[in-house]
């Protein structure tokens, strides 16, 4: 007798390797009370399109959003916020930028304070995942344009 009853197993996880459990499946969306609202959100990115799009998306969630244009913009609005004393939630930093890139940004803003969540958007998202090759200081990757649903289970994940 010591034949296990198979509805009781205990369910296998199944790991593949080369998948990064940073990625978000747009699959696991957070119910709506998960998500905190008036967060202090930084988005630094040098396309003002795509700013201005994740800006109205996420004011439209009840967020405080600020716009940095680009890498060293992004980085003295970090500073300049932590030194006020008003520290943002979550920094959303575009990867390919010239100059000061989203690696820099994440570099310099975990520097100043480690805790704060970095999420990095790029248009080479799902290569670097599989690639296994995510910057340091980053704690999520998303593809651009970010899906508006998996920016949200991102953030809500990052914030609890």
Not at 21 to 45: E, F
Not at 57 to 82: E, R
Not at 133 to 158: F, G, H, M, T, W
Request: proline share 9%; hydrophobic share 40%.
């Amino acid at each position: 007798g010591l034949q296990s009853d198979p509805a009781k197993a205990t369910p296998v996880r199944m790991t593949f390797p080369g998948v990064d459990d940073r990625a978000v499946p747009a699959s696991v969306l957070p119910p709506p009370q998960a998500i905190r609202r008036n967060l202090r959100i930084l988005v630094v990115d040098d396309d003002p399109v795509l700013s201005r799009s994740l800006e109205d998306a996420l004011t439209g969630d009840s967020h405080q959003v600020q716009l940095a244009s680009g890498g060293q913009a992004g980085i003295a609005a970090f500073l300049a916020a932590t030194k006020a004393g008003s520290t943002f939630d979550v920094v959303i930093t575009d990867l390919g930028m010239p100059r000061v890139d989203g690696r820099k940004v994440a570099d310099a803003i975990k520097a100043a304070s480690p805790a704060t969540p970095i999420i990095l958007l790029t248009g080479w998202g799902q290569r670097l995942l599989d690639e296994g090759e995510i910057p340091p200081n980053i704690d999520r990757v998303l593809s651009k344009p970010p899906r508006l649903q998996q920016l949200r289970a991102c953030i809500a994940d990052l914030i609890k």
